[in-house]
């Protein structure tokens, strides 16, 4: 018997209980990878670090070359929700319709 048949034959409360160990488990092994590689980027403060610097003022080093990789990255992600909400929208449309005609279909209102 395979993993995915034990985990369908279980109950609805131990398939929950398990699902929720397991988001856990990747929530916890996620924050800890991200604390690891926060540690490891860290640079080593300098006096220079502790005083403000305008964004116009500061070497091309340092400036933030991520940006249109951040504005790519929501825009993907709020793409794939806009697109899920509409899924479940357009099904939920079917699934009402569905519902109208089986109660015409059994003489309810």
């Known amino acids: ?4 048949t ?4 279980l109950r609805r409360p131990a398939r ?5 160990i397991a988001l856990l488990l990747v929530l916890w092994t996620a924050g800890s990878a991200a604390l690891r590689a926060q540690d490891a980027q860290a640079p080593p403060t300098s006096a220079a670090q502790d ?6 003022q500061l070497p091309e080093s340092e ?7 951040l504005i790519a990255a929501y825009s993907v992600a709020w ?3 806009l697109i899920y ?11 009402e319709a569905e ?3 089986a109660r015409r279909s059994a003489g309810g209102r």
């Not at 018997?1 to 995915?4: A, G, I, L, Q």
């Not at 929950?16 to 929720?20: N, V």
């Not at 909400?85 to 699934?95: A, D, E, I, N, P």
């Open 51 to 56: 005083e403000y610097v305008p964004i116009d």
């Open 6 to 9: 034990r985990m369908v034959r």
């Open 63 to 69: 400036k933030l070359p991520a940006a249109p990789y």
């Open 99 to 101: 519902l109208r005609e």
């Open 85 to 95: 909400v509409w899924m479940l929208w357009r099904r939920l449309g079917q699934v």
């Open 79 to 81: 793409g794939a929700i």
């Open 16 to 20: 929950a209980r398990l699902s929720l």
């Open 1 to 4: 018997m395979t993993f995915v």
